[in-house]
Nanobody, 114 residues
């Protein structure tokens, strides 16, 4: 089932956004989850991931700026993005880690621009 990410928008450089993604799957708590992004004309890249036990990992360029978290009670995963840069402009998607081809939704657009 395609996952729906939300929370994107237009923000100035240095600003913040919080992305959300909810799953209706009963196995949410057993999966590792991740955020991915695709900038215009580029391939889709892994941004951040969180295991069922809460261990996280990040793309080098977002370390210290982005934080992934999960709420198993709500079947939700979040991405707090601070100190946003124009290079962060992309469509952001949530999916499992590794990704599930059937779970790609439309994503949410993040535009960082002054």
């Amino acid at each position: 089932v395609p996952l729906q990410a939300s929370g994107g928008g237009l923000v100035q450089p240095g600003g913040s956004l919080r992305l959300s993604c909810a799953s209706s799957g009963s196995i949410f708590s057993r999966n590792a989850w991740g955020w991915y992004r695709q900038a215009p004309g580029k391939q889709r890249d892994f941004v951040a991931g969180i295991t069922s036990g809460g261990r996280t990992n990040y793309l080098d360029s977002v370390v210290g700026r982005f934080t992934i978290s999960r709420d198993n009670a709500k079947n939700a995963v979040y991405l707090q993005m601070n100190s946003l840069e124009p290079e962060d402009t992309a469509i952001y998607y949530c999916n499992t880690v590794p990704w599930d081809a059937e779970a790609w939704g439309q994503g949410t657009l993040v535009t960082v621009s002054s």
